[in-house]
Nanobody, 116 residues
């Protein structure tokens, strides 16, 4: 099993920045994609961003131009740099990884709160 540990969440004022990190450990072979989902209270979980093993990135329209996803394969770590944060970004952010022929694993989440 893959263990995913997120860090970097917290409270930030609107317009500020935050960087989330997620470290994968355990059975970490064949990781194809690493990324982030988020879920705000009363709302559906949504994809925020992901990055493939080849470095291709995708972002939700709501975060394009503000968030940047990156990964360090040597450290089995994915990052989410969040700039120009808005109150609407307040949510629990969940790290995930997709492994070839093994499906998806999830972290336990880290809270991001953006005050106005």
């Amino acid at each position: 099993q893959v263990q995913l540990v997120e860090s970097g969440g917290g409270l930030v004022q609107a317009g500020g920045s935050l960087r989330l990190s997620c470290v994968a450990s355990g059975n970490i072979f064949s990781i194809e994609t690493m990324g982030w989902h988020r879920q705000a209270p009363g709302k559906q979980r949504e994809l925020v961003a992901y990055i493939t093993s080849g470095g291709t990135t995708n972002y939700a329209d709501s975060v394009k131009g503000r968030f940047t996803i990156s990964r360090d394969n040597a450290k089995n770590t994915v990052y989410l740099q969040m700039n120009s944060l808005k109150p609407e970004d307040t949510a629990v952010y969940y790290c995930y990884v997709v492994q070839y022929l093994r499906g998806t694993s999830w972290g336990q989440g880290t809270q991001v709160t953006v005050s106005s």
